[in-house]
């Protein structure tokens, strides 16, 4: 259940930051892997998200 509701999150919003915050990943690659994306995605995803 904690897998699919972040991978929805994500999928909904894009926001790879902010399912980093609830999941409590300390690393962004961790998210990554977590997710099962790809790491270009991912980046290129993060690189648009301003915090």
């Known amino acids: ?3 699919t509701k972040a991978a929805h999150i994500y999928k909904k919003t894009g ?3 902010a399912v980093q915050l609830l999941l409590g990943h300390k690393k962004l690659e961790s998210t990554v892997q977590y997710l099962g994306i ?3 995605d991912a980046l290129a995803i993060s690189e648009q998200v301003d915090l």
């Open 15 to 17: 926001n790879l930051r």
């Open 1 to 3: 259940m904690r897998r």
């Open 38 to 40: 790809e790491v270009d």
